[in-house]
């Protein structure tokens, strides 16, 4: 029952990540990554990760991702339109890194004396985990938060449309304006 749980999770995960980085609506690959997330957080139940399970929800999916729709939401961001498929260098690099990828799992899967203990309660303690995120990487931990934030203020500042004249005269006076002839 576990393995089909476990078939089933990262099925899940894998096709919904590829609609993430193939779909042109932004709205509907942010809702992909909420399923990715979620299938992720089944997986970490298995391996006996409540607590990563628990954050990867709350945190990630509950909290991350509700401002990425929320931004783009805001920005009124449209479909991505279709344009040129790319030039040559770029589908030679796409296979370059394809076959490099394929060959890292490859080596990591047949490789030799590869540690394959079950995990024990040790593995996933709460302790250790605070210790090291609120102790030696306190710093880097507040400076990724904002870098979140001020990716966010960037895109909100980037993506607004400007306003034309006749726009802010219009907007300035709250649409009471009275046509005199």
């Known amino acids: 029952m576990e393995m089909v749980v476990f078939l089933a999770a990262a099925a899940v995960a894998v096709l919904s990540a590829v609609v993430v980085v193939s779909h042109r609506n932004?709205?509907?690959a942010v809702m992909s990554l909420v399923v990715t997330l979620l299938a992720m957080a089944v997986l970490f139940v298995q391996l006996a990760g409540h607590l990563l399970a628990v954050l990867l929800i709350l945190v990630y999916a509950g909290a991350i991702?509700?401002?990425?729709?929320?931004?783009?939401?805001?920005?009124?961001?449209g479909r991505e339109p279709r344009g040129p498929a790319g030039s040559r260098f770029q589908r030679w690099g796409a296979v370059a890194g394809a076959v490099l990828l394929a060959g890292i799992f490859a080596s990591?899967?047949?490789?030799?004396?590869?540690?394959?203990r079950p995990v024990t309660e040790a593995d996933v303690e709460l302790t250790?985990?605070?210790?090291?995120?609120?102790?030696?990487?306190?710093?880097?931990?507040?400076?990724?938060?904002?870098?979140?934030?001020?990716?966010?203020?960037?895109?909100?500042?980037?993506?607004?449309r400007a306003e034309t004249p006749s726009d802010a005269g219009e907007a300035g006076d709250g649409g009471l304006r009275e046509d005199r002839a």
């Open 128 to 160: 250790p985990l605070a210790r090291a995120l609120f102790g030696e990487y306190l710093l880097v931990f507040e400076m990724a938060g904002l870098l979140l934030l001020a990716a966010v203020i960037a895109a909100t500042v980037l993506a607004r």
């Open 26 to 28: 932004p709205v509907y």
């Open 108 to 116: 990591l899967q047949w490789g030799a004396a590869v540690d394959r």
């Open 65 to 77: 991702l509700v401002l990425f729709l929320f931004v783009i939401m805001l920005l009124n961001v």
